[in-house]
């Protein structure tokens, strides 16, 4: 049975960080392009990270040179690690597979607000 389950989130005033965490299972994880999404109130959810089996790694450019993504293969688990954040960062996060894209997990809420 394939989950996704991700965690982490909370509240954290602007240029705080934070470290979300999504433990993968029910699949080939390793072989997989990972991606963390965000989709904030009235938005679509948009990818703002991915990293494929080798470790690469692309990001959208609202949070270039703020966030960076990481993968513990053994652990079956993708990282996000999220600095300097601002209050539009706000949003419910998820990880997915790129492609194709999984059932999604339930999220983990990311508020920047002072």
């Known amino acids: 049975q394939v989950q996704l389950v991700e965690s982490g989130g909370g509240l954290v005033q602007p240029g705080g960080s934070l470290r979300l965490s999504c433990a993968a299972s029910?699949?080939?994880?390793?072989?997989?392009?990972m991606g963390w999404y965000r989709q904030a109130p009235g938005n679509q959810r948009e990818l703002v990270a991915q990293?494929?089996?080798?470790?690469?790694?692309h990001f959208a450019n609202s949070v270039k040179g703020r966030f960076a993504i990481s993968r513990d293969n053994g652990k079956s688990t993708v990282y996000l690690l999220m600095d300097s954040l601002k209050p539009e960062d706000t949003a419910v996060y998820y990880c997915?597979?790129?492609?194709?894209?999984?059932?999604w997990g339930q999220g983990t809420q990311v508020i920047v607000s002072s």
């Open positions: 997915n597979r790129v492609y194709p894209q999984l059932t």
């Open positions: 990293i494929n089996s080798d470790g690469f790694a």
């Open positions: 029910g699949f080939i994880f390793s072989a997989d392009t």
